[in-house]
């Protein structure tokens, strides 16, 4: 945690803009960065903060929840209910670009929990290495299949957390447009159209683990991001057999294990390296608000595909 100093007039821009390189390399061995207790009040004060870091900005492109942009580079973060947790994940971590660093701003806490929950995604490859060597060398060998739900008509415009139908999101009804969009934003393999007005999207064969300068990191959401594990399944790249219920348990219980819930003060500002740091919401109650800002990308493609460049193209279903 990084407190202003006693001399400090406690303006985080200009305190980050003299102390840029140090901060930078604090993040780079903490992975997580928390500013507390300076004049941190609103989207603007964020924005000038963010700025002074000297980063390039990362602009959040649509998807099936919901997110409203204030400014140039601060948003609204999910904008679903905040009794509805959000489980752990690398933020977009399935797009082709992604950003580097995640910047969390509380503008007002929840009154009772909401926390926001952070773990080193390293630690949670080099554990389930541990637990299951045999799955993970699978794994690494054939990758995986992701499959993941979009919201479905009765969820459109609700306060869960994938209140967007695919109609919505991608801006069309029309099933062989929606596909092209898809593929195009959402960097998927394919996308099945279900009755429920959802749709089921199709990303892989995936690398689960990838490494970027050294480190390891698990990129692949395989429990999802809501408590319903039906919005999501997955398949090893072989096409061989479902990842088994064994495999997501440890799986939870490893991030159960090894993360840290940050309890929100007003005014508070978490700085992410989004490359080795997973994180999620716990459930809260209003008027819960928190603001988020990206900046930079990782290197594409973000999670990893294995023979990306022959990607296959399936047909809509």
């Known amino acids: 945690m990084l407190l202003p100093a006693a001399s400090s007039d406690r303006d985080l821009a200009k305190s980050v803009a003299a102390e840029r390189e140090s901060l930078a390399a604090a993040l780079d061995r903490h992975r997580a960065l928390l500013f507390r207790g300076f004049d941190v009040a609103s989207e603007q004060d964020l924005e ?50 992604a950003p580097s660093k995640l910047f969390f701003f509380c503008k007002e806490p929840s009154p009772v929990a909401g926390e926001t929950a952070i773990v080193p995604s390293d630690v949670v490859v080099e554990k389930m290495e541990e637990r299951l060597p045999a799955v993970m060398k699978k794994l690494a060998e054939v990758g995986l299949i992701h499959f993941s739900k979009t919201g479905k008509d009765a969820d459109a415009n609700t306060g869960v957390v994938f209140n967007k139908t695919w109609k919505s999101f991608l801006g069309t009804d029309d099933k062989v447009e929606a596909l092209k969009r898809a593929r195009e934003i959402l960097s998927c393999n394919s996308i099945n159209f ?34 319903d594990r039906a919005m999501v399944s997955n398949v090893f790249g072989d096409g ?46 209003p008027p819960r608000h928190l603001l988020v800002s990206g900046c930079g990308t990782l290197p594409i493609p973000a999670t990893g595909w294995l023979n990306h460049s022959s990607r296959p193209k399936q047909e809509v279903l």
């Open 240 to 285: 061989s057999a479902p990842l088994p219920p064994a495999v997501l348990d440890a799986y939870a219980d490893i991030l159960a294990e090894n993360c840290v819930d940050i309890k929100w003060h007003r005014g508070d500002v978490l700085l992410l390296d989004n490359a080795v740091v997973q994180h999620a919401r716990r459930p809260g109650k």
């Open 48 to 97: 000038l903060a963010v700025e002074a870091f000297g980063w390039d900005l990362y602009q959040f492109q649509i998807g099936s929840t919901t997110r409203t942009r204030l400014t140039n580079r601060i948003y609204n973060a999910n904008e679903a209910s905040p009794e509805y947790p959000i489980h752990f994940h690398h933020e977009l971590s399935l797009r082709e670009e």
């Open 194 to 227: 279900l009755d429920d007005g959802s749709a089921e999207v199709v990303y892989g064969p995936l690398k689960p683990v990838v490494e970027r300068g050294g480190k390891r990191a698990w990129f692949v959401p395989i429990l999802g991001h809501t408590d």
